[in-house]
Nanobody
Framework: QVQLVESGGGLVQPGGSLTLSCAVS????????MGWYRQAPGKQREKVSW???????SVAESVKGRFTLSTDSAKNTLYLQMNNLEPEDTAVYYC???????????WGQGTQVTVSS
């Protein structure tokens, strides 16, 4: 059974930092594009940062220079370090695994990030 479990969300002031974690079980990273998405109220879900087939890290323009994706293969865990947070970063953040060659995609349950003073 595949599970993606996010943690680390919360309330933070503008300019603050948070680190999200996604514990993955049932799959291995090498067959999937692993990434983070977010969805703000009333908006479509958007891609934030992801690890491509070529093991390169891509980042959305809106978070470039502030968010950093990393992985720990030994723990099968994906991280998202978020610095200099802005109110516009408020959203539910989701971990995603998308198989490179097959129509298989998995989502975590999401973790709420709220940036407010």
């Amino acid at each position: 059974q595949v599970q993606l479990v996010e943690s680390g969300g919360g309330l933070v002031q503008p300019g603050g930092s948070l680190t999200l974690s996604c514990a993955v079980s049932g799959i291995t990273f090498d067959m999937y594009t692993m990434g983070w998405y977010r969805q703000a109220p009333g908006k479509q879900r958007e891609k934030v940062s992801w690890l491509t087939l070529n093991r390169e890290i891509s980042v959305a323009e809106s978070v470039k220079g502030r968010f950093t994706l990393s992985t720990d293969s030994a723990k099968n865990t994906l991280y998202l370090q978020m610095n200099n947070l802005e109110p516009e970063d408020t959203a539910v953040y989701y971990c995603n695994a998308d198989h490179h060659f097959m129509a298989k995609q998995y989502w975590g349950q999401g973790t709420q990030v709220t940036v407010s003073s």
